[in-house]
């Protein structure tokens, strides 16, 4: 088993068609299918089914796709320590960071990031606070970038920086006060479960003494722009980030209603176990220069 073989593999599983993922990694459409092919034979299983002229995941193919993507976590991490030693002047750093973090406030700080080091690749997948969390225990990404603390004691993380929730509607004559009688009649529009947005604003709620289960939830929506498009539709109310809200609530498509939400901070979490990278300390250093949190080693 080779590491071009297991890139291949993960390749293809990723799009579900040979000729697509030879593409993308340049290589022919038989050298990809004499990788798979050779993985196949080589250890007595079948990694995919062929549906016609599609291919599928076998259970096994599932299992293993797992252990690849972190074996090839594992080697680029190495092959990075050893180009670090060229002074960050070639390498790769993988980051993943929530929905929010990635749209609104990172894309400032990797755009100097790159300023300083152009010859370092970022990478930048997206995914809710706890797929965040997920892939950087299992070394799919080297850092992540997530809008609440997650329970998992092999993660460090620190805060990197500050946001502020706004409660939403269509007008701001929607609501002169918010009572909790108002949020448990109220419909509400949501982040889905796992959204470091709503688990922000299930807590402040609570503390105020409503259930976040009691909620008359209309609309459970996957991106912070569909949970806005529906607002602006008049279907009901919600509560983003400030960063999300603020060009709406300029050009006076949306209104704040007066709840007080807290203040929630941004964190940026690793693999204790794992190698950090200079090239991951010199993006938390200018992410330092931005603002400085009380708590900010990790």
Not at 36 to 50: N, S
Not at 105 to 113: D, M, N, Q
Request: hydrophobic share 50%; aromatic share 6%.
């Amino acid at each position: 088993m080779t590491l071009e073989q297991l890139r291949i593999f993960v390749g293809v599983a990723e799009r579900q068609h040979v000729t697509r993922a030879a593409e993308v990694l340049n290589v022919t459409q038989s050298a990809a299918s004499a990788a798979i092919a050779a993985l196949e034979a080589r250890h007595g299983v079948r990694l995919f089914d062929r549906v016609g002229r599609r291919i599928e995941l076998t259970d096994t193919g599932r299992m293993f796709l797992d252990e690849a993507r972190a074996l090839l976590a594992q080697a680029a991490s190495a092959e990075l320590a050893l180009a670090e030693y060229a002074g960050l002047k070639r390498g790769a750093l993988r980051l993943i960071a929530s929905q929010t973090i990635a749209g609104y406030w990172l894309p400032e700080r990797l755009a100097a990031f790159h300023r300083r080091y152009p010859q370092i690749e970022l990478t930048v997948a997206i995914d809710n606070t706890e797929g965040a969390a997920r892939i950087v225990l299992e070394g799919g990404a080297e850092l992540g970038f997530i809008e609440g603390k997650v329970d998992e004691p092999a993660l460090a993380h620190g805060e990197v920086g500050t946001d502020r929730m706004l409660l939403i509607g269509a007008s701001p004559a929607d609501a002169e006060t918010v009572s909790n009688d108002w949020l448990c009649a109220a419909p509400w529009i949501m982040r889905e479960r796992g959204s470091g947005t709503r688990s922000t604003f299930e807590e402040a709620i609570h503390a105020r003494g409503v259930d976040p289960r009691t909620l008359n939830i209309v609309l459970t929506l996957p991106s912070n722009e569909a949970v806005l498009a529906a607002v602006r539709a008049g279907v009901g109310y919600a509560a983003l980030s400030q960063l999300v809200v603020a060009p709406a609530l300029s050009a006076r498509e949306l209104a704040a209603l007066p709840l007080d939400l807290p203040a929630r901070p941004f964190f940026a979490i690793r693999q204790k176990e794992r190698y950090r990278s200079k090239a991951a300390e010199a993006l938390l250093e200018i992410i330092h220069a931005y603002e400085a949190p009380s708590n900010w080693v990790i």
